[in-house]
Structures are given as C-alpha cells and as structure tokens.
C-alpha cells in the first residue's frame, strides 16, 4: 500500500518538477484563460446585471478550454520523451500512474483557477472567495481531470491526436459542466443552498463514478 | 366548444415524417447490402488465389 | 461464413411483417388526435425509433465491457454495429421529433430534455468514430472504443438528469397551463395498441438490423485476415 502511494507522489513531483523547469505549459493554459475571459467580455457586451448572470458560464467555458490546452500537453510530452514507455517499464502499479498524472493535471488546473480568480472576480465584480463556490470549483476540476487524463492517454496514441481531445471530452463531462456552473451561478447570486445542493450532488456522483470507472478501465490503454 | 369539431390539418407534416423515416432506412439497409456484396466479392476473390 | 441462417431469413420476414402492420394499426386504427391532427401520428415512430436509438446505446455499453473482459472481436464488432445503428434511428427520432414540434409549437427545435440528451449521444457516437478512424491498430482501436463506449454509457444518464433538473427549476412556459398546449395529448385504448406494438416492431427490426450488421463486420475482418495474408504471400 505504501509502495502504491509513494509510486503515486514520485508521479506527482516528477511532474511538478518538469514543470517548474520551463513552466511551459502552465503560462500558455494562463495566458489562454486571460484571452478567453477577454474575448468574453467584447462577445457578450451586457450591462452589470446580465453579466453577474453568466458569469458561472463564462468562468467555467475559460476552464475548460484551458483545462483542454493543458491535457493535451501533459500527455504529449510523456509520449514525445518516451516517459511514457519509462513509466511502464518501472514495477508500478498502472492505477498509480493514473492517479498520480491525474492530480499533476488537476494541480495544473487549480494553480491556474487560483490566478484567473481574482482577475474574474475583479473584472467582473463578483464575489468569489466564498467556501462553498470553491468548493465546486475543486469538485468540477477534479471530474474534469480525471475523465481528461484518461482520455487524453488514449488520443496521445491516436493519429489525430490534439484535435480530438476536446471532441472525446466535451460531450462526456457535460454533467460537470451543467452541474458546475449551475452551482457557481447560485453563490454568486447568494441562492439557498438547499437549491444549490442538487449540483453539488451531481458534482460529487459524477466524481466518484468517474474515477472508480477510470481506475477500473485505465490498465487496458497502456497495454502493449 | 369549437375544438372538436376542427381538427387542425397536419397532413403534410405527417407524410414528411413518415417520408423521412422511409428514405433513412432504405438508404441504410441498401448501405449494408451494398457493403455486403462488396466484402462477399473480394472474399471469393482471395479465396481463389489461394 | 457466407450462408445466410435461416433464424435471420425468419427475422427479416417477421420485423417486416410487424412494422407493416405497425404502420397499419398507426394510420388505420388509432383515430386522429384533435388538437394536433395527422401529424401527430408521427409520434408513435418517433418514439419507437428513440428506443431503438436506446437500445442500441445500451448494447454498445455491454458490448463494451464484454470486449475488454474476453479480447474477443465479435464484441468490438457488435459495439461498432450497435453504435451506428444507434446512430441512424436517433437521428431519424429527432427529425421526426422536429416534423412534430414545428407544427404544434411552431418551432424546429424544443430543447426537450430527451431529444437534446439524444442529440448529444449523436456527439458522442460521432466522437467513437473519430476515435476509431484514428487508430490503425486493431488491437488498441477495439480497446480504446470499449473504454470510450463505457465512459459514454455511464456519462448520459448523469446528462440527461442534469438537462432535466435544469427545465424544472426554471419552466419555460410553452403555451396555456393546458396540457394539450404543452404538448401532451391523452391516449385512448386504440392508441396504446398501435404505440406498443410500434416498441415491440421496431425490437425486432433493432435485433434483425444488428445481426445483419454483425454479420457484415465479420465477414469484413474475415476479408480484411485474407487481404494482409495475400500481400504478405507477394512479398
């Protein structure tokens, strides 16, 4: 069990370490985020209430489709420098590799949630440092993450590759997104909770199912 | 009180319904027969190489 | 290989049979409804073909799941055949959904939660052949389409509720508080006969349809063995 674990963190700082050497792929999901909330605001040009309206949706579209850029690119790059050979070739347990990517690739997505935050909230005059929306925040990136990481192991060894990622996921995480920005949307408007409860349940199904299918299911795309 | 006695002329949109579902079906089932003679074409033609 | 089962010649002529008399109880039988007219005839394949779109989704699940259990091709072959069955009677149930819609509401298009969750598995089922068009290994491609057919079999459900909590909580109002208005219309006995016979003829069609189909993939992989065997005999 321990050994599982510590297969698990060594993933994690390998990544993180990668990582921090060029931040690469953490400024370009950034960036991207900081365009998408830009061109956002010129597509839906609305007066101050409106926009409160569709901020959840707004937030939410710039995550995904940095969460996208990021998948993409964490996977990648394993092929490309052969790591991802490596990684099969060491006495680890498959589920650990899925798991341990899958939390870099979440890590990725919160620190650059954490930036675009403030921003948002800034730009837009939004509130968002309440628990509760954070909350949904961490469980729709986590669904998102997980499904993402699976996925994107699978078309890093497609032909078609970067394209058909975000063809394969969005239609899957649907759930989360409609669930999340739903949930996002009542904190900001300060809806009960006993409203706002339903999503974060099905924030919180779609997370547990996802990632007991995705441990069941992952040993079979790293066959060889 | 009138509504029983007109009753609202769809006709066209019902026929354009079952039209649509008609064409769809045949168009596959031919695909499958087509697909069919072709795979049962080449099959006889390996065979007879051999 | 090539000798057609005499089980499926009895299937071809028994789901014919049934849809002609389907057809026959739908246009004959049951009256014309008051409030929409003929078109609302439409109705009872357009509900027929939804479930045939269903079942095909679900078979497309198990086939999928038995693939990776057993390694074995008929069941990549059955969840290929299942999805693109799946996929020509969902679109058929939308457009007839919309021939329905536009004269009663006036409107192509609804954002009813069934049909929209049946146009995002049409994304879905688009999204398996991309993925399959991309891999050129047989092995993998098999794989990774099971993996994908179950990720897709667990994923709609939760779309579907989610799109349903999200019209109750806020109700677009259609018309009058009537239900007629609403699109709702009461079946008489005459009605119930023709719309469950309809479900059971267009069961038997999905099962004769999907064997044929079944059918054609092996004889396909059959050819496809031959065919790299001869280039291989050439060089």
Not at chain 1, 5 to 16: F, H, N, P, Q, T
Not at chain 1, 88 to 93: E, H, I, N
Not at chain 1, 139 to 159: D, E, F, K, P
């Amino acid at each position: 069990m321990s050994a599982f674990l510590k297969s698990i963190g060594a993933i994690i700082w390998k990544d993180l370490k990668t990582e921090w050497r060029t931040r690469e792929n953490l400024s370009a999901m950034l960036v991207f985020s900081l365009l998408v909330i830009l061109i956002f605001n010129f597509a839906l040009e609305l007066d101050l209430r409106a926009r409160e309206s569709l901020a959840g949706g707004v937030l939410w579209a710039t995550f995904i489709f940095a969460g996208t850029i990021g998948l993409n690119r964490s996977m990648a790059v394993e092929k490309d420098r052969g790591c991802l050979d490596g990684l099969l070739l060491a006495p680890v347990d498959r589920s650990a590799i899925f798991i341990g990517k899958t939390v870099g690739n979440l890590f990725f997505m919160l620190v650059v949630e954490a930036i675009v935050l403030p921003v948002f909230s800034f730009l837009y005059g939004i509130p968002v440092f309440q628990p509760g929306f954070l909350v949904v925040i961490l469980l729709g990136s986590i669904g998102y993450a997980a499904v993402g990481t699976l996925l994107a192991t699978m078309v890093v060894q497609t032909r078609t590759r970067d394209i058909l990622l975000p063809i394969l996921l969005f239609p899957l995480t649907l759930p989360v997104v409609i669930a999340a920005v739903k949930a996002s949307q009542g904190f900001i408007q300060s809806v009960p909770f006993a409203e706002i409860s339903v999503w974060v349940n099905i924030l919180i199904t779609y997370d547990l199912i996802f990632l007991a299918v995705a441990i069941m299911v992952f040993d079979y795309i790293l066959e060889e | 009180m009138l509504s029983g006695l007109f009753v609202p002329n769809t006709f066209d949109y019902m026929i354009a319904g079952y039209v649509v579902l008609s064409v769809v079906l045949t168009i596959y089932i031919a695909s499958i027969a087509r697909r069919w003679k072709k795979a049962v074409a080449e099959y006889h033609l390996y065979q007879e190489e051999k | 290989m090539l000798e057609k089962p005499r089980l499926l010649t009895f299937l071809d002529i028994l789901s014919g049979l049934m849809i002609l008399i389907a057809a026959g109880l739908v246009f004959f039988y049951a009256p014309v409804e008051q409030l929409m007219g003929q078109v609302q005839k439409v109705f009872y394949f357009h509900v027929a073909t939804a479930w045939v779109g269903m079942l095909g989704f679900m078979v497309a699940g198990v086939a999928g799941v038995q693939y990776l259990r057993t390694e074995q091709e008929k069941w990549d072959i059955a969840g290929l055949g299942a999805v693109e069955i799946s996929l020509v009677f969902f679109m058929v149930a939308i457009i007839l959904g919309s021939i329905w819609a536009r004269p009663i509401w006036n409107t192509w298009w609804t954002w009813d939660p069934r049909l929209t969750t049946a146009a995002i598995v049409e994304l879905i089922y688009a999204a398996y052949l991309l993925l399959r068009s991309g891999l050129d290994d047989p092995g993998k491609r098999a794989r990774f389409s099971a993996i994908y057919a179950i990720f897709g079999f667990f994923s709609v459900p939760l779309t579907f509720i989610s799109i349903r909590l999200l019209r109750t909580i806020h109700p677009v109002v259609i018309g009058s508080a009537e239900a007629a208005s609403q699109g709702g219309f009461n079946m008489d006995a005459p009605m119930r006969t023709a719309f469950f016979f309809s479900l059971a003829a267009f069961s038997v069609f999905f099962a004769d349809l999907l064997w044929h189909r079944i059918r054609l993939g092996k004889l396909q992989s059959k050819v496809n063995l031959l065919r790299i065997e001869s280039y291989e005999k050439e060089s």
